[in-house]
């Protein structure tokens, strides 16, 4: 595989399954998978035991990580029409049109069903590479998505046409330059391919983008919300063959709580079209 980022193709083996460019450093799974095997991953099973435990009864706090992020781009835009790629049930777009005219897609059709008949919100259900769009938006968002694309550099290349000039484009994905990702290495907790394929850091998303007429006006690594239940099952359950005792799973359920964390990994990248 090419690399996405400087389109060379001298690539040396990083950790298990993951290659690292060696000219502009950019790891990815080097494992070709179609849009058909990417689509069945992401299934409703997806948000319900796969990669989250319950991603419908967790909205409470989704929305509160969600409501600071509306805020953050309120700092550069206040109106407009806003675009999110990877929309789910549409939680964040629920919120965000209060202040933006709003519209989504997803490739999983549960949770975009439920975006539109739960949330009368207007989300549609497919590949944003096989969607039309008749007039350009003001902003695009795309929240934890780019790392599970086949074709992230077409997403930019897309996005950047589809956007008005010096329209805005908001991110979050995985920092693999971060601290942690470096300390932990292969067992850094985000990388579980083949639902995460790139692993982007900041000097290679800056590159993507900049390359697609993009200027990066700022990265930041935020911290988010989660329930103790799902940091208990992220660790202790998913992707292990460990069966707990059901008083433990039990126990677990009854002292369910908010938690704040910041590990530093996960950044969120605001650009610009120039």
């Known amino acids: 595989m090419d690399c996405k980022i400087c389109g060379k193709n001298q690539v040396s083996a990083i950790y298990n399954n993951l290659q690292k460019c060696s000219d502009c450093g950019f790891i990815f799974f080097d494992n070709?998978?179609?849009?058909?095997?990417?689509?069945?991953?992401?299934?409703?099973?997806?948000?319900?035991?796969?990669?989250?435990?319950?991603?419908?009864?967790?909205?409470?706090?989704?929305?509160?990580?969600?409501?600071?992020?509306?805020?953050?781009?309120?700092?550069?835009?206040?109106?407009?029409?806003l675009f999110e790629i990877g929309s789910a049930y549409g939680y964040f777009l629920d919120l965000a049109k209060k202040t933006y005219g709003v519209e989504g897609i997803d490739i999983c059709e549960e949770p975009t069903e439920f975006?539109?008949?739960?949330?009368?919100?207007?989300?549609?259900?497919?590949?944003?590479?096989?969607?039309?769009?008749?007039?350009p938006?003001?902003?695009?968002?795309?929240?934890?998505?780019?790392?599970?694309?086949?074709?992230?550099?077409?997403?930019?290349?897309?996005?950047?046409?589809?956007?008005?000039?010096?329209?805005?484009?908001?991110?979050?994905?995985?920092?693999?330059?971060?601290?942690?990702?470096?300390?932990?290495g292969k067992r850094w907790r985000m990388i579980h391919p083949p639902t995460h394929i790139f692993y982007f850091s900041q000097k290679t998303i800056s590159t993507l983008l900049e390359k697609n007429g993009f200027e990066v006006i700022k990265i930041s690594h935020p911290g988010i919300l989660r329930s103790f239940k799902q940091i208990f099952y992220s660790i202790f359950i998913l992707n292990r063959k460990i069966k707990l005792p059901k008083f433990i799973l039990d126990l677990v359920e009854k002292i369910d709580f908010p938690v704040y964390l910041n590990t530093f990994d996960i950044m969120m990248v605001t650009a610009r079209k120039k």
């Open 32 to 81: 070709a998978i179609s849009a058909k095997e990417i689509e069945k991953l992401y299934k409703e099973d997806y948000f319900k035991g796969e990669e989250y435990l319950d991603y419908e009864n967790d909205k409470d706090l989704i929305q509160k990580n969600f409501q600071k992020r509306i805020r953050d781009i309120q700092r550069y835009r206040n109106e407009g029409k």
């Open 115 to 135: 975006a539109r008949k739960k949330l009368g919100l207007n989300v549609h259900t497919g590949s944003y590479l096989d969607f039309s769009i008749s007039k």
């Open 137 to 184: 938006f003001d902003i695009f968002c795309m929240w934890d998505t780019i790392e599970h694309l086949p074709e992230p550099e077409k997403f930019i290349e897309k996005i950047s046409k589809d956007l008005t000039s010096g329209g805005y484009f908001f991110l979050t994905t995985g920092d693999i330059g971060s601290l942690i990702a470096k300390i932990r």
